[in-house]
């Protein structure tokens, strides 16, 4: 079966974060100092995350090439040569340096809104009570470590990993089987309610085939953009497990 004929279902990036967040990650990821970026390897991973969103069916927003076009702008001012009596102008002015500011400007407001989305707001937290948290788990789940979490870009990084590890003779396969994307948000709900939490690998469980990690991967996208489900891992890029919002 072709690649782009896997899904017809497509779900906008937009709706949960933007190339801004993109960033952020990347630099967390790469222990980068946010002052001194190395613009080469930045934009060769961006470009690289962008394909993956591709190969997962994902719209991309305008916002998203606009970035990368901005990247590969600043490269390729960073690359020409520094002339032997530059100006004023020349030598003074980074090209990263706007960037920067907004990178910086962006995680300021992220970090604000983060804060007073923890508050307790009436009618929202008080009639419902959260679904068992990090703190509930069993330690042996756990290992003992925080779980924190997860961003769109992890979740989009793990399913990625899991559908390079289909067999490729898997591929050229022809599948039969109707997929609906609604009766899968249906079963992750129903299993959820009933395990409480459980890993990506569990989800799939012996489903192992490119189209259903997708499908998998689009509900579950849809099931956090509705507020019914979120996502934890541990500090150290560890096992992703999927918690019901609010415990039935």
Known sequence: MNEEQTTDYAIKLDIFEGPLDLLLYLIKKNEIDVYNIPIALITEQYLHYLNIIKSLNLDLAGEYLVMAASLIHIKSKLLLPVPEEPTDEESEVDPRLELVKQLLEYQ?????????????????????????????????????????????FELIEAFHNLVSRVDKKELMEIDMETLSLADIINDVMERLTREKNLTFDELIGD????????????????????????AYQTSAFGVIRVFPAVES
């Open 108 to 152: 300021t407001f992220k970090e604000a809104a983060g804060d007073l989305g923890k508050r307790p707001l009436l009618e929202r937290d008080v009639f419902v009570r959260s679904a068992p948290m990090p703190s509930e788990i069993e330690k042996s789940d756990t290992e003992e470590e925080e779980l924190i979490e997860v961003s769109i």
């Open 207 to 230: 489903k192992r085939g490119r189209r259903n990690i997708i499908y998998m991967f689009l509900a579950i996208l849809e099931l956090i953009k509705l507020k019914m489900i979120k």
